[in-house]
């Protein structure tokens, strides 16, 4: 059974910086795409970024672009979302996701909850201005 445990949330200064991990374990991961989403109170679970874990490619929302990298720590079985230039509206609670059928699929389901099977049980990210 895949668990996903989400650590490194907390309060941080608008501008300051934060660094999530993801530790993933149940399963080999060699094939799985990993995310991470964030849903903002009264607001619907937004993808943020992703990762291919064999390839390490790399996907991301236009609104975090520049300033948020996903990275996997093959070793750990660890992803990482490193937030930088941190703004009020990237507060949420972030969530961790994983699921071995979209290594197959178009990268534009990526986008949407419903394409990830596995999910995380969210961390806390407050951005104070």
């Known amino acids: 059974q895949v668990q996903l445990v989400e650590s490194g949330g907390g309060l941080v200064q608008a501008g300051g910086s934060l660094r999530l991990s993801c530790a993933a374990s149940?399963?080999?991961?060699?094939?799985?795409?990993m995310g991470w989403f964030r849903q903002a109170p009264g607001k619907e679970r937004e993808f943020v970024a992703a990762l291919t874990w064999s390839g390490g490619n790399t996907y991301y929302a236009d609104s975090v672009k520049g300033r948020f990298t996903i990275s996997r720590d093959n070793a750990k079985n660890t992803v990482y979302l490193q937030m930088n230039s941190l703004k009020p509206e990237d507060t949420a609670v972030y969530y961790c996701?994983?699921?071995?059928?979209?290594?197959?699929?178009?990268?534009?389901?990526?986008?949407?909850?419903?394409?990830?099977?596995?999910w995380g049980q969210g961390t806390q990210v407050t951005v104070s201005s």
């Open positions: 996701a994983a699921d071995p059928s979209l290594f197959s699929k178009p990268t534009g389901s990526y986008y949407y909850t419903r394409s990830w099977n596995y």
């Open positions: 149940g399963r080999p991961f060699r094939r799985y795409v």
